[in-house]
């Protein structure tokens, strides 16, 4: 029995509190299918085994909670490892150049990685913390994107709630579509840059 | 006439990159496509599931799976599969075998097995209730 097997066998078993425990580890960054945890609990609560409303609010709030405490980590710890890094390997310039471009870019790229790109999530958490990304906007798109990816996620698993497996292997395989277009993205962007350059 | 512009290192490591991301795109898109949710399709039964998900995946009575596997109709067993295994010392393979084998018994060309009358159902051992949360 793989690892999401025995976790959603859990989530049957003792409910909420495993629906929190996996949300909240997995914004931490602990490789756990949360995506598919909180899908099945969409299909549950279709089937009135648990509560939707529940289902809902400790979703949000285990997400949420998660991510604070990895903006926190990333905010009280992150600064003083970040200095002794460049001081250690050099690229003091390309950390303030990443600072700057996650204070102009960061509130996208927080709500985005909440519900789209979740793959990206704890990463976000952690760096905006390091850099010192404003907590107030952090705390604002980080609620909008996670109650955002809640209801989507529970309502697609009350949408499918008969096919919960057959939307389980269709959603880890749009995740690696989402990686792979933004990959595509990014390596485009470099050649054209590079070019462009070469070009001149 | 121009010359055929060269490209450098760093470029071809780009097109690879760009190549390799879109082969990803193109293979994960199709096996997205392949186990997309269809109507009306059964998908396998896997150990992680209620006897009440099975029933509703199938649409099946919950009392043809419960006769199945000797369980009591009432009340409502939402424990998953692997837990009524290990409750009836038994494999979860042969927790999903009787299941499906009464699936297929259960659809045409079978006529739908009627639930046992009250009294008959024989139950050897009712299962403790599961505390869960709020409900």
């Not at chain 1, 250690?88 to 471009?101: D, H, P, S, Y």
Request: net charge positive.
């Amino acid at each position: 029995m793989n690892i999401n097997d025995q976790l959603l066998a859990a989530l049957s078993l003792y409910g909420l509190p495993v629906l929190f425990s996996v949300i909240f580890a997995s914004s931490l960054g602990i490789p756990l299918p949360a995506t598919f945890v909180i899908v099945v609990a969409g299909s549950f609560a279709q089937l009135g085994d648990m509560n939707i409303w529940w289902v809902l609010v400790l979703g949000a709030m285990a997400a949420i909670a998660g991510d604070q405490t990895a903006y926190a980590i990333g905010h009280w710890g992150g600064p003083r490892l970040a200095k002794r890094l460049t001081k250690w390997f050099g690229g003091a310039l390309q950390l303030e150049k990443a600072e700057n471009v996650v204070n102009r870019w960061g509130w996208a790229g927080v709500f985005l990685s909440r519900w789209l790109v979740t793959s990206f999530g704890p990463p976000i958490n952690y760096t905006t913390g390091i850099t010192g990304f404003s907590y107030r906007r952090f705390l604002l798109w980080d609620v909008t994107g996670e109650v955002v990816w809640v209801g989507l996620y529970v309502l697609a698993g009350e949408l499918f709630s008969d096919r919960v497996q057959a939307l389980i292997e269709t959603l880890g395989s749009l995740a690696w579509v989402e990686i792979g277009l933004i990959a595509a993205a990014i390596f485009g962007w470099l050649l054209y840059r590079n070019l462009r350059n070469s070009r001149k | 006439m121009t010359e055929p512009r060269k490209i450098n290192w760093q470029q071809w490591l780009f097109i690879l990159g760009f190549v390799v991301s879109l082969v990803i795109v193109v293979v994960f898109a199709l096996q997205a496509f392949r186990h997309a949710p269809r109507p009306r399709a059964d998908e396998p039964i896997r150990s992680w599931m209620t006897i009440p998900y099975v029933s509703h995946s199938y649409h099946i009575p919950e009392y043809v799976l419960y006769q199945a596997l000797d369980l009591p109709r009432v009340p409502r067993d939402r424990r998953p599969l692997t837990a009524i295994a290990r409750l009836q010392k038994r494999t979860v393979a042969s927790v999903i075998t009787a299941l499906q084998d009464a699936i297929k018994l259960s659809r045409p060309p079978y006529p739908t097995p009627l639930p046992f009358p009250p009294g008959a159902t024989p139950p050897p051992t009712p299962p403790p209730a599961v505390p869960r949360g709020p409900a």
